[in-house]
């Protein structure tokens, strides 16, 4: 049951894997096993987030987390368990409580090298980042992509890449040489390590590469590709490519239409209790507004 509720976890099957979870959760139950239940909660906790259920994501993130430590569980049970709250918690924006699990996270996994050890690294840079704190999280994510061979998880491999040239894409100015070359590496081994969640996440971070190297047209194309397949990306990554088609829609001078489509993606994701990415989109149309003011009407 466990490796079928992975298994559609890595197909993006939220929906199948989330039941699978439940079925796990209460058998634990059953069985008296506090480690098969962190476990499963900690696992369902990040499929609530990435459906875009936030609230509930960090409530059964916590449970599992209580759950770990009242039961003294072995260390890479509660590792597991705190990338689950590390996530849930900085996907809410309660980024203290986020910072401090962080840095309890990055103690257990000291001295490992394994999937473990790069996901914790990568989920730390995620925080570092809305932290404020983009060389912390560069060095993070760097440290993950050096040092995990991918051997053990090829699909992990390149993901870490493609995250890495999303944050090359978030400083300030973009780096887009460093995220081209991050594509570049990944699409040379797509044959190899691809799939359809990742082909559609290297979509989106071409598109995104495109538009911020000033190439719209490929940007718009790119963004009709990923239209035209199943949807597989989470919730907040969803979220951020309808930002993409609202800012192309600024370039091309449909500014009112642009503005009603960010305000309309702040408010849901508000609504769901992702209050990081709501805040980056508020924050995205006050820039836009402000650059592209509206003309006054003559009397």
Not at 101 to 123: I, K
Not at 153 to 169: K, M, Q, V
Not at 212 to 232: Q, Y
Request: charged share 25%.
């Amino acid at each position: 049951m466990w490796q079928v509720a992975d298994w559609r976890r890595q197909r993006k099957e939220y929906a199948e894997q989330r039941a699978y979870l439940d079925e796990l959760t209460t058998l634990s139950d059953q069985l008296g096993l506090p480690e098969l239940r962190a476990r499963a909660l900690a696992e369902l906790a990040r499929c609530l987030r990435s459906t875009g259920e936030v609230p509930a994501a960090v409530d059964t993130a916590l449970t599992a987390h209580k759950l770990a430590k009242d039961n003294a569980l072995a260390p890479y049970v509660m590792a597991n368990v705190l990338l689950a709250v590390v996530s849930a918690l900085a996907e809410a924006d309660r980024l203290p409580e986020a910072g401090r699990h962080t840095d309890e996270l990055l103690s257990l996994v000291e001295g490992r090298s394994d999937p473990l050890w790069a996901e914790a690294l990568w989920t730390a840079a995620n925080v570092r980042l809305r932290q404020g704190e983009p060389a912390v999280a560069a060095e993070l994510l760097g440290e993950a992509v050096r040092g995990f061979d991918g051997r053990d998880n090829a699909t992990l491999w390149t993901r870490l890449r493609i995250s890495a040239a999303r944050l090359n894409l978030q400083t300030t100015p973009p780096d887009t040489e460093a995220a081209h070359r991050r594509v570049e590496e990944v699409q040379a081994c797509f044959p190899l390590t691809g799939t359809p969640a990742i082909e559609q996440e290297l979509l989106f971070l071409r598109a995104h590469l495109a538009m911020d190297t000033g190439h719209p047209a490929e940007a718009r194309a790119l963004l009709d590709e990923l239209d035209r397949l199943d949807p597989l990306l989470p919730y907040q990554d969803r979220i951020q490519v309808d930002v993409l088609r609202n800012r192309l829609l600024l370039l091309e001078g449909a500014r009112d239409e642009a503005v009603a489509g960010l305000r309309g993606l702040a408010e849901q994701a508000q609504d769901n209790g992702n209050m990081a990415l709501a805040a980056e989109i508020w924050r995205l149309l006050a820039e836009s507004l402000a650059q592209d003011p509206p003309r006054p009407t003559r009397a």
